[in-house]
């Protein structure tokens, strides 16, 4: 089982050390590591945040450890030198076009919420992000008008095969949940909206087992934080999916806790190929203090299992772990604990 691990700037190092440390815990057979440099860390000793020798890395292995890329240091670089651009080009060069993020609220951790209790509690949700479309990867420019004024553009496109493919798998990850879909767009105003929800709705016919309902974002986003429990699985594009992903995060307690799976179509001999890392940025600030908390990065290992390597049973220890060593009061600073990044490390592989 080859993966390639990409820890990347700030605190990427330190969250994927204590995955590591955790997947080692657990003794699978025929687990090999290869590193590779990615972000700023790899600008600096390659002059390419994603160079080619960390892509062919990559393509040789079964799954991706993804840790963060980030450094303000790196601002001023022409965009395409950015630590950011590494994950987009390997979303784009490995074909990983569905991002599967889970937001569960752990027992015991309601008043981190920004919510009230009661309504955090019930947050059990799925958002699927379609990564290779939308204006992420339109065209785009600063052109000047012709009064000398300067003008910022990007394109928002998606085809229908783009739209489809990505249904399809939020209306499998329906049936595998409570059998509900709400697609998110903005279909009221934008052509690719209107679209999305076309194509959506046709590919429904296919799925009779799984309810399907439309949201336009705005609403989508109010209803996050009026009814997060009414949500199941939620379908969205790049953009929106971006933005309501990381207000889930928020109405959970915290970012440092909701992992991410990026898959394509590829499969290898265990599962789908996928690149995996937190929601989180590298947090230069506190990088090398050991305050970062690692449990998302943790989880984000237990979803390569599942998904990557078919080991359902090894990726269900890593997550009872995590909820048991919450639930006894392992917290970083951001949950308003003060456990170190290496003691929440320990404290989940003694409960594996």
Request: proline share 4%.
């Amino acid at each position: 089982m080859k993966i390639a691990v990409l820890a990347g700037d700030g605190i990427g190092p330190e969250v994927v050390r204590e995955a590591l440390r955790v997947l080692e815990a657990l003794d699978l057979p025929g687990l090999s590591i290869s590193d590779g440099d990615v972000g700023a860390a790899a600008w600096r000793k390659h002059g390419h945040p994603l160079p080619p020798q960390t892509l062919d890395l990559t393509r040789l292995a079964d799954a991706v450890l993804f840790g963060a890329v980030g450094d303000p240091a790196c601002d001023g670089l022409e965009r395409h030198l950015r630590p950011e651009q590494a994950i987009l080009g390997l979303r784009a060069e490995l074909g990983l076009f569905a991002n599967l993020r889970p937001a569960t609220c752990f027992a015991g951790l309601e008043h981190l919420s920004a919510l009230k209790p009661e309504i955090a509690r019930e947050i059990d949700l799925l958002i699927v992000r379609e990564l290779n479309g939308d204006v992420y990867f339109g065209e785009k420019g600063i052109r000047t008008l012709d009064n000398g004024e300067r003008q910022g553009w990007d394109m928002m496109s998606y085809s229908e095969a783009e739209v489809r493919r990505i249904a399809h798998v939020a209306f499998r990850a329906a049936q595998g949940r409570a059998g509900r879909l709400t697609s998110v767009d903005k279909a009221n105003v934008l052509e690719t909206s209107q679209l999305w929800r076309e194509v959506v709705t046709d590919v429904a016919r296919e799925y009779p087992d799984v309810a399907l309902d439309h949201l336009y974002v705005d609403n989508a986003a109010m209803q996050l934080v009026r009814a997060p429990g009414a949500f199941d699985v939620i379908v969205t594009g790049n953009l929106f999916g971006d933005i309501l992903s990381d207000q889930a995060s928020m109405c959970v307690g915290s970012i440092g806790l909701l992992a991410s799976a990026s898959l394509g179509e590829r499969q290898t001999q265990f599962g789908t190929f996928g690149l995996y890392e937190p929601i989180h940025g590298s947090a230069p600030d506190i990088a090398g203090q050991g305050k970062a908390n690692p449990m998302a990065t943790i989880l984000s290992a237990a979803m390569m299992l599942r998904h990557s390597f078919s080991r359902e049973a090894d990726a269900a220890r890593i997550e009872r772990a995590v909820a048991r060593a919450l639930d006894d009061g392992f917290r970083g600073g951001d949950l308003g604990g003060s456990a170190s990044t290496r003691q929440i490390g320990d404290a989940v592989i003694e409960r594996l």
